[in-house]
């Protein structure tokens, strides 16, 4: 089964601009993949950001994109706000099944 | 309101089983995909197994082929997760989710145990 990758955590200042990444130990990842991008902060059901890439559901704040970028998934955060301090999960789907990764712990300091 | 509850979670031995539900309402359920997700405490997402809107296609993630099985009663607006031969490492909270591309509704999950 493939593995996820993602960085273990991130630091942004308020109102900077940071990249989360997600690869995969398979190859490239693809728009194939169907990448996904999750929020969750502590004691909370995870809420979905991204799906399929770069599309947002209506609740992601726009300072919220997403994008393939060298071989990977990318999520970017411009403009970061003290309430995006939480942890970030992609899922990428491998002919039906799918795999999370490990999850970036993202803090705004 | 698009709603999903799951229920059915509890404390359960070594070697033991269980059968997890998600009763959806508020959209038509034989129209999406659905998800089980779960998180073991303190750690990540990991994704259990999918079911197509017709019950027809399941998909599994492989450490859990075998032990768990998906399903889902449309007329009932319910998704099932058969859970044998449970074992520590299984003890997490169990997330069900609407499919069919976006991943948009999440229950607020059930909890299982797996102890002696």
């Known amino acids: 089964q493939a593995v996820v990758t993602q960085e273990f955590s991130l630091t942004v200042s308020p109102g900077g601009t940071v990249t989360l990444t997600c690869g995969s130990t398979t190859g490239a990842v693809t728009s194939g993949h169907y990448p996904y991008w999750f929020q969750q902060k502590p004691g909370q059901v995870p809420r979905t950001l991204i799906y399929e890439t770069s599309n947002r559901h209506t609740w992601t704040p726009a300072r919220f994109s997403a994008s393939l970028l060298g071989g990977k998934a990318a999520l970017t955060l411009s403009g970061a706000q003290p309430e995006d301090e939480a942890d970030y999960y992609c899922?990428?789907?491998?002919?039906?099944?799918?795999?999370f990764g490990g999850g970036t712990k993202l803090t705004v300091l | 309101e698009v709603q999903l509850v799951e229920s059915g979670g509890g404390l359960v031995k070594p070697g033991g089983s269980l059968r997890l539900s998600c009763a959806a309402s508020g959209f038509t359920f034989s129209s999406y995909a659905m998800t089980w997700v779960r998180q073991a405490p303190g750690k990540g997402l990991e994704w259990i197994s999918a079911i197509s809107s017709t019950g027809s296609h399941m998909f599994y993630a492989d450490s859990m082929k075998g032990r768990f099985t998906i399903s889902r009663d449309n007329a009932k607006n319910s998704l099932f997760l058969q859970m044998n031969s449970l074992r520590v490492d299984d003890t997490a909270v169990y997330y069900c989710?609407?499919?069919?591309?976006?991943?948009?509704?999440w229950g607020p999950g059930t909890t299982v145990t797996v102890s002696s």
């Open positions: 989710a609407r499919d069919g591309g976006a991943m948009d509704v």
């Open positions: 899922l990428l789907s491998y002919r039906g099944a799918r795999v």
